[in-house]
């Protein structure tokens, strides 16, 4: 908005007590009153003071900054005189010429006839044959009489308006040098690239060319109605191009379009607008241009009101309230419908009484009631246009139907007091092309001004490849194609030429047609091996395909880029969307076998398969869905997957996001990002007993107070309290699934266990994300109808359990098997786990498990493992990384085989969940482990209901992995449970009894009565023998030890003693799992929490003295 007003006196005239005050300018305005303008300061005083009445004139268009200014001073009172004219810098444009017509066979004939007439004169005229001026009117007419339209209109009765419209090619020529931009398909307007180059062909026939700027030839089509309203002429639509005029138009149409119909182009591209082909068209050709967007702003809604009478606007008050707050109540319903929903698009159809079931109970409420609203105009106008009943009357919503009549004429009443002849005409709003931002902010002055009353806004074009990543999120639109756009565009109009001539100037150029589909190639078809073919398709790879694929993906490819198609979308048998490209007419010969297969020829001898990578080789941090969306966990961004991400399997379902009420999801997340601080803050468990607030955890009390800060303590009370609010959520259906298999105490809030749920819900983001850095094995063991089975379901019913799934179920005799001695040995099941990320054993026999067999696919920083299978030749790749977790499912605890106390290598590496409660269908209410087992919960979860819940905690734990909290090759901190099932399995180890050993006699102490660290050495030694080297390093110690052993934490003050209970000193012991050991800690430290000192001792093995 310009800042200057219209000049008036240089000095203020008094009037009494009232003054008149000119400015030159509202910031001459702003300076007066802030008391910078120095001349007559007396005047300003009394101004501010009060004691002055000021009257302000000013410029229609700046009165909202002027009372804005002005009403920073309470004691002035401010009067508005009328609006002054439109300042003489506003410019005026020349209006539009619409030419009124009837247009016919016979009208255009006669038109003909007149003017070969003319040329020939009258007497030359007479001697014609009626068979002659017919072949003279063909002659005439020329191209225009071929018209391939099935539906010909015979006449045409409105307006006409020829305009040239600014594009720009090299925004165009940018966009299409994108692949994705090539294979774009629009639901019903066909190919993205066929518009575009349609579009750069017209602007080169019409010969005007300024630099990258081009101009299309644009006719507007308005039809006549013969119908009235409020005394004029019931206007419609103005639509553009020729689709709605006879095959021939009148002569002047037929000379401004004669460039265009040499192009022989179809009929429904001529004289067409950028905005006619959909909104990201008309934003790649008005990329860079300067151009004002003005657009009606909520124009039916608003003019409807506007239309009311004074007295009806309060029976309107949804109308009313959207008017007002649009902005707030959008963005307030944004956030309780499904992310598939637009808010925008539900309340434009409820305002024409559609717009039903938005997946959010208050957002249809809302829109029941605009519906209601929408109820009473149309009832309203209905009454008072009786002469409009007729023409509705037939159509089956008569009065939906003479109510967007209304809008129409409407909506052309303010935007034809908008428009120009160097305008486009789009509908609610109009768009002027100017030279530089100085016009442009005065050409949307001049459409604010001339829109009188009604809001008008200036609407931003989006950057197009942003829109058309949105609009097309399928495609990969960061490759850019080799081959270059005008090239491709070249062999592409070859290509449409001779499809126009004959089928055998098709058949001419099989290697033009070839050309063509490598400019459409993102190498989504590779040669694998020799008469194989990996093909990408529907954002995953296929594989051990032959000829006979990729002819079908030439097909494909031709046939939706040259014949004519439509989109159809519909729901499989799984519920699942579907979307399926139908061709309705494939030009000859391209729907025969041998000239496709000619050009599939041509395609593979020219295209260059690059070496890429193995399938499935890189899954850190990737997830891919049943559609082609892959998640990456690093970024936590869905996107369509590339070729180059060489993604094979995938997720039984498609990904998709959680529909769960945001406050679910947000609390989710909130957890985790909590839990993440906790464990980063040296936090363990989040069992209420660690907080003392319980009856179990009242004895640990005051260890808790003087080993964790209070930091950490209020954490885990805030992380309880947030889990509780997730458990009670109506949606958090699998959290109180495994709540009920795993936790004590399921049912009440307070001391509800949930160390073993959360540490299982961060091995299923381990699971789903395949994390490199960590390796360890997972039995799920308990009794039969322990919920174990749940447990794994809830992965491998969103991993999926077929070959081209993430998950892999196989009999659990493989752990408790040797391998083969003989490594040219085929391993048909092992190379099965090539690219999975969970493999289950199902139903382990009561038998050791083999370390060796268990080793070789634990630890992806190991290396690769090696299957071969039964077809494997030895030149064929077959050793692959390690992707995967194992699972195990036995009914009794898992052990390990192993000679004698040898280490099996296998500590820290295999883990054990134990489920101690039976879920029953009638449960025993007097024993404790039995619950209520729920078999339609568990159906449900198998059939996948539950996949969304899963992955959306999947995605949120994932940052509870990170290296600063895992920083070792295991997820940590385990559960108590998970370290007691470990040192079970593993018997008697030397490390795990080391390990035990120093975790049992190694005691704090203070300096005086610290062990030295030889007489340390020589207590291990006389208690396990000879102790290897790498078993100490294991145990992190190590011989060169020097003075004081301390552990790993980082702190100087940790003195550590050997103490005895049973002889009371350090002493060495022969037998150590028979011996009992205690030990003293005597310290006093200040509690944060409550500024009290304490002291304690700690003696476990022999009773605690009243006395002391």
């Not at 002055?445 to 009604?454: I, S, T």
């Not at 998640?631 to 529909?659: C, I, M, Q, S």
């Not at 260890?703 to 997730?726: C, D, K, P, Q, W």
């Not at 999926?800 to 040219?824: I, R, W």
């Amino acid at each position: 908005m310009a800042e200057d007003v219209p000049a008036a006196a240089s000095k203020a005239q008094r009037y009494d007590d009232e003054v008149e005050v000119p400015f030159q300018s509202i910031n001459q305005m702003v300076s007066f009153l802030s008391g910078g303008e120095e001349y007559n300061m007396e005047l300003h005083k009394g101004i501010m003071n009060g004691e002055i009445v000021t009257q302000v004139t000013a410029h229609r268009d700046a009165m909202d900054k002027v009372r804005k200014v002005v009403g920073k001073h309470l004691k002035t009172i401010v009067k508005l005189t009328k609006s002054p004219p439109i300042e003489t810098g506003v410019p005026t444009f020349p209006a539009v010429n619409e030419i009124s017509v009837t247009i016919n066979a016979a009208t255009v004939k006669k038109e003909a006839v007149g003017h070969i007439c003319e040329d020939m004169g009258e007497e030359e005229f007479n001697k014609l044959k009626p068979t002659d001026v017919d072949k003279l009117v063909k002659a005439e007419f020329g191209k225009w009489t071929t018209d391939t339209r099935l539906r010909k209109p015979v006449e045409f009765i409105g307006t006409l308006t020829v305009r040239q419209e600014p594009v720009n090619l090299a925004s165009i020529r940018t966009f299409l040098q994108r692949t994705a931009a090539r294979r774009a398909v629009h639901p019903t307007r066909g190919p993205l690239v066929q518009a575009l180059q349609f579009i750069m062909q017209r602007a080169e026939a019409h010969g005007k060319i300024d630099g990258d700027i081009g101009y299309i030839t644009v006719v507007n089509q308005r039809a006549a109605t013969g119908l009235e309203v409020d005394g004029n002429e019931l206007m419609m639509r103005s639509f553009t191009g020729v689709n709605k005029l006879p095959s021939v138009p009148p002569m002047w149409l037929r000379e401004a379009l004669q460039h265009e119909i040499q192009l022989a182009l179809p009929r429904s591209y001529i004289g067409k607008s950028a905005f006619a082909f959909g909104s990201l068209v008309k934003t790649i050709c008005r990329h860079g241009l300067q151009s004002v967007d003005g657009d009606c702003v909520k124009c039916f809604i608003q003019l409807r009101y506007k239309a009311l009478p004074d007295s009806m606007k309060a029976e309107v008050p949804t109308y009313q309230a959207y008017l007002k707050s649009s902005k707030r109540i959008i963005a307030h319903f944004e956030t309780r419908v499904p992310k598939n929903v637009s808010v925008k698009e539900h309340i434009i159809a409820a305002s024409n009484m559609g717009g039903y079931d938005s997946g959010s109970v208050s957002f249809d409420q809302w829109l029941d009631d605009l519906r209601r609203d929408t109820a009473i105009i149309m009832d309203y106008e209905w009454e008072r246009n009786p002469q409009l009943h007729d023409a509705c009357s037939q159509e089956p919503k008569p009065k939906v139907n003479l109510l967007a009549k209304l809008d129409w004429h409407r909506e052309y009443m303010v935007t034809s007091k908008m428009d120009n002849r160097f305008c486009s005409n789009e509908w609610d709003g109009v768009v002027q092309f100017c030279a530089s931002d100085a016009e442009c902010e005065k050409a949307f002055k001049r459409m604010q001004l001339q829109a009188g009353d009604v809001e008008i806004s200036r609407k931003t074009l989006e950057d197009p490849m942003a829109k058309a990543m949105k609009q097309y999120p399928e495609l990969e639109w960061n490759h850019v194609n080799p081959m270059g756009t005008m090239l491709f565009l070249s062999q592409l109009s070859r290509c449409q030429v001779a499809l126009k001539t004959s089928v055998s100037e098709v058949k001419l150029i099989d290697t033009v047609f070839g050309d063509v589909v490598r400019g459409l190639s993102n190498m989504h078809a590779m040669k694998s091996q020799k008469d194989k073919f990996e093909i990408f398709a529907g954002g995953k790879w296929e594989v051990e395909k032959d000829i006979t694929d990729v002819i079908s993906v030439v097909k494909k490819d031709l046939q939706t880029l040259f014949g004519t198609c439509k989109i159809q979308d519909y729901n499989d048998v799984k519920e699942s969307k579907v979307e399926e490209v139908i061709p309705t007419y494939v030009p000859k010969p391209l729907d025969q076998d041998a000239f496709i297969s000619k050009v599939t020829d041509c395609y593979l001898k020219y295209t260059r398969f690059a070496e890429e990578k193995a399938l499935d080789y890189d899954l850190w941090g990737k997830l891919l869905g049943a559609n082609g969306i892959m998640y990456n966990f690093v970024t936590d961004e869905f996107g369509p997957a590339k070729p180059e991400d060489r993604l094979l399997r995938t997720t039984e379902h498609p990904l998709r996001d959680w529909d769960a009420p945001d406050d679910l999801k947000n609390s989710i997340k909130k957890f985790s990002e909590v839990l993440k601080d906790f464990f980063l803050k040296g936090g363990q468990s989040l069992d209420a007993s660690q907080n003392g607030d319980s009856e179990a955890g009242a004895s640990n009390g005051i260890l808790n107070m003087v080993s964790e800060g209070g930091e950490t303590r209020e954490l885990r009370g805030r992380l309880r309290e947030i889990f509780n609010s997730i458990y009670e959520q109506p949606r958090s259906h699998m959290i109180r699934g495994m709540c009920r298999v795993l936790s004590d105490n399921y049912e009440d809030p307070s001391a509800r266990s949930i160390d073993d749920v959360c540490y299982i819900l961060r091995q299923d983001a381990r699971v789903c994300a395949s994390v490199e850095g960590l390796c360890g094995m997972l039995n799920l063991t308990g009794p039969k109808n322990g919920g174990k089975s749940y447990l794994a379901q809830r992965q491998y019913a969103f991993l999926g359990l077929q070959n081209n799934h993430y998950g892999k179920m196989t009999s659990g005799s493989y752990l408790t098997t040797k391998p083969p001695s003989d490594p040219e040995k085929s391993r048909p099941i092992k190379n099965q786990f090539q690219g999975k990320k969970a493999i289950y054993f199902k139903e382990l026999p009561p038998l050791p498990l083999i370390p060796e067999t268990v080793k070789d696919l634990l630890d992806p920083r190991d290396g690769h493992t090696e299957g071969r299978a039964n077809h494997s030749k030895k030149t064929d790749q077959t050793s692959f990384p390690i992707s995967f977790v194992l699972f195990a499912m036995a009914n009794s605890p898992v052990s390990v085989y192993k000679h004698g106390t040898e280490d099996t290598g296998m500590g820290g590496k295999l883990g054990e969940i134990q489920t101690l409660y039976k879920l029953c269908d009638e449960p025993d209410v007097h024993n404790p482990r039995e619950r209520q087992a729920d078999a339609e919960f568990s159906t449900a979860t198998m059939k996948g209901k539950h996949n969304d819940e899963f992955f959306f905690w999947a995605r949120s734990m994932y940052k509870t992995l990170v290296p600063d909290i895992c920083k070792g090759r295991h997820i940590v901190p385990e559960p108590a449970s998970l370290k007691t099932h470990e040192e079970e399995s593993m018997g008697e180890a030397t490390d795990v009894l080391l390990k035990a050993w120093m975790k049992d006699s190694l005691k704090e102490c203070t300096p005086a009565e610290a062990t030295p660290w030889t007489e340390l050495m020589t207590i291990i030694q006389s208690s396990f023998g000879t102790v290897s080297k790498h078993v100490m390093t294991e145990c992190n110690i190590s011989p060169k030890f020097k003075g004081q052993y301390r552990p790993n934490k980082g702190v100087s003050h940790d003195y550590l003693k050997v103490y005895n209970a049973e002889t009371k000193k350090s002493s060495p012991v022969k037998y150590v799992k028979k011996a009992a050991f205690a030990f003293e800690y005597i310290d006093c430290v200040i509690c944060p929490a409550d500024s009290y000192l304490f002291c304690a001792r700690f003696l476990s093995t022999r009773p605690i003295d009243p006395g002391r």
